[in-house]
């Protein structure tokens, strides 16, 4: 499928899953590609927020960002109100302004632990950028050079540890390929109906139960 026409049309279709928000999560291995999906996705959705967990996540707490997420975010959200969180800087190692996040009908969380398990409730959809762990990690290398060589040491260690101990591809309700002239989407585990059939123009994401 080349572009995201469907999927989007489908994401609107669906009810709201934390307060009037459609909050779609976007997971895979680090430099597996979500951050394009997740902002062309948007582009579908007519310019749909994006949070992106590397604005939540820290050096010290790399995967330990859950309270701050449901405080800043998601207790918004599911009062109907705007979210306001703090971006971390990466350079400068701390907190910065904070940005605010409406409740807009469809709002996309993007990062490596999106679809973790306190999240899923909240839920509508979780796509899962269905690349292999070592492939992702050696095109995340890749593209960040030799200077962040070591942090990518500690990341891999710390991403194989979240994932052994909470799994978010066995919960997604779609699998997502990146090919050369766009996306191949098939349905996901979590789907009872037509498991690992290919979703083309007449498809839609299918309903997890």
């Not at 990466?90 to 990062?111: N, S």
């Amino acid at each position: 499928m080349n572009d995201l026409t469907e999927p989007a049309a489908a994401l609107r279709a669906l009810p709201p899953s934390c307060g009037p928000v459609r909050l779609v999560a976007v997971d895979g291995h680090a430099g597996s590609g979500k951050s394009t999906f997740a902002t062309r996705l948007s582009a579908e959705l007519a310019g749909a927020p994006v949070l992106r967990l590397d604005d939540v996540a820290t050096h010290e707490q790399l995967f330990a960002w859950e309270e701050r997420l449901r405080e800043q975010v998601i207790e918004p959200f599911s009062r109907g109100a705007s979210a306001h969180y703090t971006p971390y800087d990466w350079t400068l190692r701390r907190f910065t302004a904070p940005r605010t996040l409406p409740p807009a009908p469809v709002v996309i969380i993007e990062g490596v632990g999106a679809g973790r398990r306190a999240l899923r409730p909240c839920l509508a959809r979780l796509f899962w950028m269905d690349r292999g762990a070592e492939e992702s990690w050696e095109r995340g290398r890749r593209r960040d050079g030799p200077a962040l060589s070591a942090f990518w040491d500690e990341w891999t260690t710390a991403e194989t540890r979240h994932f052994m101990a909470d799994p978010s591809r066995p919960f997604a309700d779609a699998l997502v390929t990146e090919r050369q002239m766009g996306y191949l989407i098939r349905t996901g585990p979590l789907t009872t109906a037509r498991a690992d059939q290919i979703i083309t123009q007449g498809d839609q994401l299918l309903p997890p139960y």
